[in-house]
């Protein structure tokens, strides 16, 4: 609607909004509450549909705080249908709409991973959601989609830049072991082994209590020292996972044999 036509028609306008605020507003939460109830049951494709319907019925309204909301609810629900650049297209949206908070920004840089919108777009929505600070897990949780792209194809350059976030996330994340495990896989991809072991081995013992989890770490620095050449060490740590029933036999089968023929076929 044009300006001019605007001011003509502004009181009809706005009498028409009033009187058909209240059917309007139940339709709105009528298919908002839809919309969630579908996505409790992973029917993410219907609760799409269910929440597009919710926003239909703003139009040219002015816009407010529940279509913020129902416009996030859209854009997880295209997450998690794998509908990528929709839910980029919705969040970038919400960040025009809703202002720029560190929310969806992070949720920005996952969807732009996800959509592979290319590096440059993806980790400029992380840095800025840095700046504005926000939730420390769904912060992490873009780091690690970010960690992982860079590890899988990323350059030299692009791993020493999620290499130095992990580094400044370290001193409020090092009491959780899942960020732990990542980081130290970053690490072993920067070839930079040694720190991942010293990373690895702080995640052993932070999960004592938990022989399957600790598991994990001990696996991680076997491999540590098998890439620095401890082969012996390496032997040694695998043999003790095996017989300890934990980790995936088959693959430490493997790694037994394989480190056998380093060692001059002894157990180390």
């Not at 794998?82 to 929310?103: M, N, P, S, V």
């Not at 540590?224 to 934990?246: H, I, K, M, N, V």
Request: charged share 30%; aromatic share 10%; glycine share 8%.
């Amino acid at each position: 609607m044009q300006k001019r036509q605007g001011l003509v028609i502004a009181l009809p306008v706005a009498l028409l909004l009033f009187s058909g605020c209240g059917a309007r507003g139940q339709a709105v939460r009528k298919y908002r509450s839809l919309g969630i109830a579908e996505m409790q049951k992973q029917n993410y494709e219907a609760a799409i549909d269910a929440f597009r319907h919710a926003t239909d019925y703003y139009g040219t309204a002015q816009q407010d705080k529940e279509e913020a909301d129902i416009l996030g609810y859209l854009a997880e629900a295209e997450y998690r249908a794998g509908k990528y650049e929709d839910a980029l297209t919705h969040y970038e949206l919400l960040l025009q709409k809703d202002g720029r908070k560190a929310a969806y920004l992070d949720l920005a840089c996952a969807a732009a991973v996800k959509a592979d919108k290319g590096w440059d777009t993806a980790l400029a929505y992380y840095e800025e959601a840095e700046k504005a600070g926000g939730d420390r897990a769904l912060h992490l949780e873009a780091l690690y989609l970010l960690g992982e792209t860079a590890r899988s194809k990323g350059s030299a350059a692009e791993l020493e830049t999620i290499r130095a976030a992990y580094e400044k996330a370290y001193p409020g994340a090092k009491e959780d072991s899942r960020f732990l495990l990542h980081y130290g896989d970053l690490l072993v991809s920067a070839k930079k082994t040694e720190e991942a072991f010293a990373v690895f081995e702080a995640g052993e013992k932070l999960t004592a209590a938990n022989a399957e989890e600790q598991a994990t770490f001990r696996e991680r620095e076997a491999v540590c020292q098998e890439y620095r050449g401890e082969y012996a060490d390496a032997l040694q740590r695998f043999t003790a996972l095996l017989e300890s029933g934990l980790g995936d036999k088959e693959m430490l089968e493997h790694e037994i044999a394989f480190l056998k023929t380093r060692v001059g076929g002894n157990d180390g």
